[in-house]
């Protein structure tokens, strides 16, 4: 039995380059592909939100000169070309899946709407929801954290690089120490990058639990649904 039924999974765009530096590593997707069905033959009803940061990140490129809406407009299109990858990945793996943009772009993918992503997840389809919120100054943090709320999601997997929070960097900080578990209010307080204080602050207001894992380790999502304390978690 999985411990959770309906799943908000927020994927790196950074962990989909691999160890390439930029764009996308075709075994690193197609690992995410085979954990993802995995889940989903469990049951599992799943919604995905991916990042772009391996393609490009609006608030970088604003800092080089770009406009900033429109640095996050482009920011928005690499979660496309990233959720374009992963539906089809999924698609050659067997998984039925939906992609879903929260800008109108038919015939790349449908308008996003709440109850299309929730009958699509019923009728057994992953989710694929792309192009953040659909508004400039909002990261696809906050966006996995509206889409999660919005379709009812029991909890947040945020899948990273690391296996959960610390309370520093644990990939500068040797001494840093990684949390089991830990309020909202005490990653607030901290400081801790978990997610960005909107993306977070809106999980609390909403009673969406997070649970932040290592995605890049081949089975750790399947173990996460069973049960295995791999990562942290954050609640209320």
Known sequence: MAKFKRILLKLSGESLMGEQGYGIDVKRLNE???????????????????????????????GKGFDRVKGDQMGM????????????????AGVANKVLTAIRMEPVGEFYTKWKAIEAMENGQVVIMAAGTGSPYFTTDTGSSLRGIEIEADVMLKGTRVDGIYTADPEKDPTATKFDDITYDEVISRGLKVMDITATAMCKQNNLPIYVFNMDVVGNLRKVMEGEEIGTFVHP
């Open 32 to 62: 995410y592909a085979a954990q993802i069905k995995e889940v989903a033959e469990m049951g599992v009803q799943i919604g995905i939100v991916i990042g772009g940061g391996n393609i490009f990140r609006g608030l970088t490129g604003a």
């Open 77 to 92: 299109m690499a979660t496309v070309i990233n959720s374009l990858a992963l539906s089809s990945a999924l698609g050659a």
